[in-house]
């Protein structure tokens, strides 16, 4: 399962990416979060437990954190949930005097219940291209100042 989304921010890349990476905040900048719990927290990285909605399923994973802000780079590696073993990558760059942002999120499942179409469809673009679309528009609103 492979899924990108993307958008452009009229916003400064060091402030999109520092909305990005503030996952605390995140459940106050992005109403389809529950919670984010920061676990333990580890030179370089972190691991949290995040929980959101998607319509109104709640789901919930837990991931490690890690920053790259050199590249503009954020990734998880999702540790607990259905997702677990799940590579994400945020992608951070300068573009049009704003910031280009990519999320890929890649899953090789192991369970054998995830390997169907349907199964791919379901948690790739009903769960997970659904609540990084909402992500990336609420990160958008908070980068370029207009946040609920």
């Not at 951070?92 to 169907?116: C, E, F, M, Q």
Request: hydrophobic fraction near 45%; charge should be positive; glycine fraction near 6%.
């Amino acid at each position: 399962m492979h899924t990108e989304n993307v958008i452009w921010m009229q916003a400064p890349p060091e402030r999109v990416f520092e909305l990005a990476a503030d996952i605390e905040r995140w459940p106050e900048l992005l109403p389809h979060y529950r919670w984010v719990r920061v676990l333990e927290q580890r030179p370089g990285e972190r691991l949290a437990e995040m929980a959101a909605h998607r319509a109104h399923f709640p789901v919930k994973w837990t991931s490690i954190q890690r920053l790259l802000p050199s590249e503009g780079r954020i990734i998880y590696h999702h540790v607990r949930g259905v997702t677990a073993g799940m590579e994400v990558e945020w992608r951070v760059a300068p573009h049009d005097g704003g910031a280009h942002v990519t999320i890929l999120h890649d899953l090789k499942p192991s369970n054998w219940l995830l390997k169907s179409r349907l199964a791919a469809w379901i948690v790739g673009d009903f769960f997970v291209k659904g609540i990084a679309d909402r992500t990336l528009h609420h990160i958008k609103l908070a980068a370029e100042g207009n946040a609920r």
